[in-house]
């Protein structure tokens, strides 16, 4: 297929490029660059700019037909989605509605959209199926929420049909090690606590130790990146033949804590995760861990890397083919 992935140059969007052109597959990348690194890209054709220029859109539809798009462009910091929901709202909602309506001029009706746990807020389910009750808290929870909400609107009137792929905690690099996660802040706990025990940043913030969990620290759901592009392959697939839209966790359906995390580290690396604690951060649930039989059973999925050692292991693989680690603090020897 012909394909257009909108953020293509972060994360997530990077790896699904390579992904995709690994499954040959014509691919050609939309980033602005606002927070998505070229230097990650693999060497596919890519175009600088917004998917809020809609004349840009335009030029690039009226090129030649694409299949499908793979829509990630997107703000995603919790934090700054708090301090500035205009920014959020203006990029992830009336960005995507731009994007949208130039789909629609030039009859492209597939899309698969990069959606969020977030779109649950703390909804209390345990695992979290997709029919929990959706509360985001923050507004970058909101406008995820709002674009799938648009996209099921699209589809009952224009037949723009969408898989909406609502990931849990995206971890882990390739396999060869080519895209590090490096995000600009960093705000991922893997990351954020191997650049701790590396000596890249100062000691890891410990978000609060008195949650009703195993050992007092929140419990999320870790599902590796490659695992995340199988899942998209798999969603235009299901586009591709006819079927209609739908949403689907992505997750392990194994939950690991903060401190279960830092262990990993840890044995991964073998260099200690200074940490400095303090008290909880308003609206962090307690435990995330998402029910995942849908996309198992309706999309055939099956994560390959569910042991969180080896999506540590990745990252850190990729890590250090990046920095050269100058922690001091090595564990001793058991």
């Known amino acids: 297929m012909r394909l257009l992935v909108t953020g293509g140059a972060g994360y997530v ?3 699904m490029v390579k992904a995709l052109l690994r499954a040959g597959h014509s691919v050609l990348t939309l980033d602005d660059f606002s927070t998505g690194r070229r230097p990650e890209l693999p060497g596919e054709i890519l175009v600088r700019g917004s998917i ?15 299949d499908a798009v793979l829509h990630f462009a997107a703000r995603s910091i919790v934090s700054e989605s708090t301090r500035d929901p205009a920014a959020y709202w203006a990029s992830n909602v009336g960005g995507t509605l731009v994007l949208l309506e130039a789909m629609r001029r030039r009859g492209v009706l597939r899309l698969v959209f990069s959606s969020s746990a977030a779109v649950y807020g703390d909804c209390g389910a345990r695992p979290i199926p997709e029919d929990a009750l959706r509360r985001p808290v923050n ?7 709002a674009v799938e909400h648009a996209l099921e ?19 882990g690099a390739d396999e060869e090690g080519e895209l590090c996660e490096r995000h600009q802040p960093e705000t991922h706990l893997i990351p954020l606590a191997l650049q701790a025990a590396a000596g890249e940043r100062g000691p890891l913030p410990l978000y609060g130790e008195d949650y009703p ?30 079927q209609s839209g ?21 044995s991964v690396t073998g260099m200690r ?19 995942s039989a849908r996309a198992r059973r309706q999309l055939g999925w099956r994560p390959r890397h569910e042991a969180l050692g080896a999506m540590i292991e990745s990252a850190w693989r990729a890590m ?3 920095v050269t680690p100058r922690a001091s603090a090595v564990l001793s020897p058991h």
């Open 213 to 242: 969990t195993q050992d007092g620290t929140c419990v999320r759901d870790y599902v590796h990146v490659s695992d995340l592009c199988d899942a998209h392959l798999l969603a235009l697939a299901r586009l591709q033949s006819g």
């Open 13 to 15: 969007g990077s790896h």
């Open 273 to 291: 995760v200074p940490v400095r604690k303090g008290g909880r951060r308003p609206g962090d649930p307690a435990v995330l861990v998402a029910d």
């Open 52 to 66: 809020a220029d809609a004349p840009l859109l335009d030029a690039i539809f009226g090129e030649a037909p694409f």
């Open 320 to 322: 250090a083919g990046h």
């Open 139 to 145: 507004a970058y929870g909101k406008t995820k929420l």
């Open 153 to 171: 609107d699209w589809e009952t009137a224009y037949g723009v049909r969408s898989v909406r792929l609502r990931y849990f905690n995206a971890a």
């Open 246 to 266: 739908a949403a689907y966790n992505l997750g392990n359906s194994r939950g690991y804590s903060v401190r279960e995390v830092l262990h990993g580290v840890e």
